[in-house]
T-cell receptor, first 115, second 110 residues
């Protein structure tokens, strides 16, 4: 079974801090994704990566950056955390050959609170 | 931009009953996926149905796709308390990304 592991289930940070969310997958998947999930807004794509060092903006990239130095690891960075970034963050991965025609495998999420 | 919208937003049934959730979308698609999310957990992929398919089964799950009506339905037969979760449809968009709907929250009472 594919395992996508997010480094923290719960995280509390202060406004203005630089925050790192880490995600690791163990199935050699080419594609990796970061979403945020908010009540009433559903899942929204922040960034995705289809190969090492490659990244593409999703629907809401403002205030975020990403890093993919190794195939199995995809990091989400909040450059200067703000209270409106309090949310549930979900990482996912999928095999190559297309971003939207493959099942995505999700981690259990990181619930991030910015105080 | 929202592609898939689920209906109803919430559904409450008794154990043993069938549950039907619907998903409507706006633009043509190549495939549609259904996911389940248990409270506080990540999403789990259930079924992917391609635009040239009309129906797909997986255990107690049955998914139909009507491209002429731009809609899909997920049927869970003989529901169990463990089926309590949120269910999301996701469609591919013209930008090549998956767009998720806001989900249907299903409660199955023992």
């Amino acid at each position: 079974d594919v395992k996508v592991t997010q480094s923290s289930r719960y995280l509390v940070k202060r406004t203005g801090e630089k925050v790192f969310l880490e995600c690791v997958q163990d199935m050699d998947h080419e594609n990796m994704f970061w979403y945020r999930q908010d009540p009433g807004l559903g899942l929204r794509l922040i960034y995705f990566s289809y190969d090492v060092k490659m990244k593409e903006k999703g629907d809401i990239p403002e205030g975020y950056s990403v890093s993919r130095e190794k195939k199995e690891r995809f990091s989400l960075i909040l450059e200067s955390a703000s209270t409106n970034q309090t949310s549930m963050y979900l990482c996912a991965s999928s095999p190559g050959g297309g971003v939207s025609n493959q099942p995505q495998h999700f981690g259990d999420g990181t619930r991030l609170s910015i105080l | 931009s929202q592609q898939g919208e689920e209906d109803p937003q919430a559904l409450s049934i008794q154990e043993g009953e069938n549950a039907t959730m619907n998903c409507s979308y706006k633009t043509s698609i190549n495939n549609l996926q259904w996911y389940r999310q248990n409270s506080g957990r990540g999403l789990v992929h259930l079924i992917l149905i391609r635009s040239n398919e009309r129906e797909k089964h997986s255990g107690r799950l049955r998914v139909t796709l009507d491209t002429s009506k731009k809609s899909s339905s997920l049927l869970i037969t003989a529901s169990r308390a463990a089926d309590t979760a949120s269910y999301f449809c996701a469609t591919d968009s013209n930008t090549g990304k998956l767009i998720f709907g806001q989900g249907t929250t299903l409660q199955v009472k023992p």
